[in-house]
């Protein structure tokens, strides 16, 4: 989708957003390719304009932090410094414009035919240099070393998580930048010679030549078709990363299966079981679907979970369990060292979360309907062995901590030596002697194997799962 939000604060910019997503969905799914080129032009003309109210409003920040009073002393207003929300709207308008005339250009392109003339050859490689520029201009301005993490996370929020950062930004001179020390002409000029100056930009134009005028199935640089891959009922192993060059999508099906994508974006969803999945590189949509899933993140994936039990990983390593809210926010948490450094940051955007890491910016998921799924106690949310609190008092009161018995191996639990109020239990795939003791609140997902359940003093949610159980609801079966 076009970026959809502005700076301009106008009462024309949300009508101009809604169209602009009407005009998205046709050029998307239409398939009449004069309809998708007349709804291009339509977006370039509408990001057009916004772009120009938005550098009104840049421009009017660079007059407006100094002028000369009647004595001739210069007077400086907002010491200088121009939001890094104001840039990161001109920034994502550009990169989105010079994108859609990309598009435009490939319309014609379409509408034109198979037929090969200098004018046809020069359409395709204006369509693929704008293009490239765009995601050129994207890469170089967020690499901005004043700029830096900041604009790469606010070019990827939505709309609501737009306006709560917006807030932050606005009494923080962390997220403002003196007019000094930037300038469009020379980020875009970096950005244009980089372009003009890269193997990658030459081949993506021989590409899309190619892809044109050869038919299909002969191009060597034809674009990887989507690969379905099934599991079975069993505990599988399914791993594309060690096949084709393509994207997959991947359906592990029952079991406690290990799903691995490639280097597209693939579509993994591990159905019942305790599933271990990493889409590895590529914008990769991860669905666990039930039971206690793992999930690898590589670059900006998203996660769809249906029951919010599991974990999440970046480089290997799993997310702090604990993210506190940010002072002065209603919609921003943080995870931080012992030193205080913020590790990772969790934005709420309407039901979704999006986390993103400090020290690989690269890499962030965005958690579909988080706040839906997740285990809501006073104040904290907690869904995917995440705690979201206002203080690291209010999650330990309302912690909810997961005991993970091991695979393989028969196991016996007894709830009653852990401090806190809301446990989940999980049992393996042998026999399970599972005893909830002492006021708490217990849900417990048994597995596979013949269990032994009893259930605690107060209101509890036990699954057998698997094979033939013996539940009681009562700590006792005497009782």
């Known amino acids: 989708m076009n970026n959809t939000t502005s700076s301009t604060g106008d009462g024309v910019e949300a009508g101009r957003s809604v169209i602009l997503v009407a005009l998205d969905i046709i050029s998307d799914f239409s398939k009449n390719t004069k309809l998708e080129a007349v709804a291009d032009v339509s977006q370039a003309l509408i990001i057009g304009h916004r772009l120009v109210k938005n550098l009104d409003i840049y421009w009017d920040y660079r007059d407006f932090n100094e002028v000369v009073d009647t004595n001739g002393n210069k007077a400086f207003y907002n010491k200088g410094l121009i939001p890094k929300n104001v840039i990161a709207d001109v920034m994502a308008d550009v990169v989105t414009l010079s994108k859609t005339i990309g598009e435009v250009v490939a319309d014609i392109r379409k509408i034109a035919g198979k037929l090969v003339t200098p004018a046809s050859l020069a359409m395709d490689v204006v369509s693929t240099l704008f293009t490239v520029i765009s995601n050129t ?18 070019l990827n929020l939505t709309k609501e998580q737009k306006e709560a950062l917006q807030q932050q930004w606005a009494d923080d001179e962390r997220f403002s930048i003196h007019k000094d020390e930037f300038s469009f002409g020379e980020v875009f000029g970096e950005a244009f010679l980089t372009t003009l100056t890269s193997w990658g930009t030459l081949t993506a134009v021989f590409e899309q030549v190619l892809g044109n005028i050869v038919p299909d199935g002969l191009n060597p640089f034809e674009t990887p078709n989507d690969i379905d891959l099934l599991g079975s009922a069993d505990n599988d192993v399914i791993d594309a990363d060690s096949w084709f060059d393509d994207a997959y999508r991947i359906y592990g099906n029952a079991g406690n299966d290990t799903l691995i ?3 597209h974006n693939d579509k993994i969803l591990g159905g019942t079981g305790n599933d271990i999945i990493n889409g590895k590189e590529g914008d990769d949509k991860l669905d666990g679907a039930e039971g206690y899933d ?13 029951d919010g039990k599991g974990k999440i990983l970046f480089d290997g390593k799993q997310l702090p369990k604990d993210f506190i809210l940010k002072d002065g926010t209603s919609g921003i948490w943080e995870a931080k060292d012992n030193q205080g450094n913020v590790l990772y940051t969790a934005i709420k955007g309407a039901n979704d979360l999006l986390i993103t890491s400090t020290n690989s910016p690269a890499d962030s998921v965005t958690i579909k309907d988080f706040f839906n799924i997740a285990i809501a106690n006073g104040t904290t949310y907690t869904a995917l062995s995440i705690n979201l609190g206002h203080s690291q008092e209010d999650i330990d009161k309302n912690r909810t901590y997961t005991i993970k018995a091991i695979d393989g191996f028969l196991s016996h639990i007894g709830t009653g030596a852990f401090p806190a109020q809301y446990l989940d239990i999980y049992g393996s795939n042998k026999t399970d002697t599972i005893f909830g003791t002492g006021r708490k609140y217990l849900n417990i997902d048994a597995g596979d194997g013949h269990d032994l359940i009893f259930g605690g003093d107060m209101a509890d949610v036990i699954r057998g799962g698997a094979d033939n159980d013996v539940i009681s609801g009562r700590p006792s079966i005497m009782n």
């Open 137 to 154: 201009i994207a890469s170089t301005i967020t690499a901005h070393e004043k700029l830096g993490l900041n604009a790469e996370v606010y």
């Open 261 to 263: 994508g490639g280097d």
């Open 294 to 306: 793992t999930y690898h993140i590589k670059d900006r994936d998203t996660i769809y979970d249906k």
